[in-house]
């Protein structure tokens, strides 16, 4: 049986499935832990393409409400257009009737060509890499099912990259603790920590609540380590808009992504660098 990130369920109907908000897909302050919005939308990915047979080619979230650890959420499919190669479908997740998010996606395939242009630069490999870890002291459940390892970037009280002063771009390794092989969900999942560049561009602890997310496929490998490129593009009104770039270890473009999140600020118990965080030039 291939080990997955979350446990989606089907029911009597083909187009819902229900997924329970249990701690390991969670994050939050350990008191309003609420279901990580990378995961709401690689299940409602999950959803799509067991339903309809199709692999995802891209989709894109609206958050809308929080699901707190213990509910239920709901999936409804449901298919726009459906073509001979392509169809245009969307998830509404919701709990009884209160939506959660809003997921509209394109799946399906077509011959032709398959190339990039889009590179990955050098990176040492991970073991050379410092481990990166969660802000909090005591980490947020899903944060602890994967491994970050900072390639280039900094975090507070670091040095800035190259001489060239604060900067929104980051670079990881990332990987899974339990062995889960890639997959469009799982990327979508992955893609979500694109807040990470914002502790990065800042040089504080700093986060956000996603409003939005879009992720865009390309061939889907089986790899240990995925390379992220991400980079804060803007800040504007409390508000920031980010994107990320996943690669295979052998440089494969998997997956782009972009996001708008709510910023937040945060604090580390009075300590300036936890244990743990890390700068690399």
């Given amino acids: 049986m291939i080990q997955e990130f979350f446990s989606l369920q089907p029911t009597h109907n083909s187009?819902?499935?229900?997924?329970?908000?249990?701690?390991?897909?969670?994050?939050?302050?350990?008191?309003?832990?609420?279901?990580?919005?990378?995961?709401g939308l690689g299940a409602a990915i999950a959803a799509m393409e067991r339903t309809l047979g199709r692999p995802a080619i891209w989709a894109t979230a609206q958050y809308v409400s929080f699901a707190r650890l213990g509910s239920v959420v709901d999936f409804d499919v449901r298919v726009?257009?459906?073509?001979?190669?392509?169809?245009?479908?969307?998830?509404?997740?919701?709990?009884?009737?209160?939506?959660?998010?809003?997921?509209?996606?394109?799946?399906g395939q077509r011959q032709g060509p398959s190339d990039q242009w889009l590179t990955a630069r050098p990176a040492p490999p991970?073991?050379?890499?410092?481990?990166?870890?969660?802000?909090?002291?005591?980490?947020?459940?899903?944060?602890?099912?994967?491994?970050?390892?900072?390639?280039?970037?900094?975090?507070?009280?670091?040095?800035?990259?190259?001489?060239?002063?604060?900067?929104?771009q980051l670079r990881l390794w990332v990987r899974?603790?339990?062995?889960v092989p890639v997959s469009a969900p799982f990327l979508a999942v992955v893609a979500d920590f694109a807040v990470e560049a914002t502790t990065h561009a800042l040089g504080r602890y700093a986060g956000g609540n996603s409003l939005d997310n879009t992720i865009r496929f390309g061939p889907i490998v089986a790899t240990e380590w995925l390379l992220c490129d991400l980079e804060i593009e803007a800040l504007h009104c409390g508000v920031t808009h980010t994107t990320m770039k996943i690669f295979s270890e052998t440089g494969i473009l998997m997956?782009?992504?972009?996001?708008?999140?709510i910023l937040r600020h945060h604090t580390a118990d009075g300590e300036s660098q936890p244990p743990g965080w890390a700068t690399r030039a």
Wanted: charged share 20%; glycine share 8%; with cysteine.
């Fill in 15 to 39: 187009h819902r499935w229900f997924l329970p908000v249990t701690r390991e897909i969670t994050t939050g302050p350990p008191d309003k832990l609420f279901l990580f919005g990378g995961v």
């Fill in 255 to 261: 997956a782009t992504a972009s996001q708008s999140l």
């Fill in 80 to 107: 726009l257009n459906a073509g001979n190669n392509l169809t245009q479908a969307r998830v509404v997740a919701h709990i009884h009737d209160r939506e959660i998010l809003v997921v509209s996606a394109a799946l």
């Fill in 176 to 179: 899974s603790t339990e062995n």
């Fill in 126 to 168: 991970p073991d050379d890499c410092p481990q990166v870890l969660h802000w909090r002291r005591d980490e947020s459940p899903l944060a602890s099912r994967l491994e970050k390892r900072l390639i280039e970037g900094r975090f507070p009280d670091g040095q800035p990259v190259s001489g060239r002063g604060a900067t929104g």
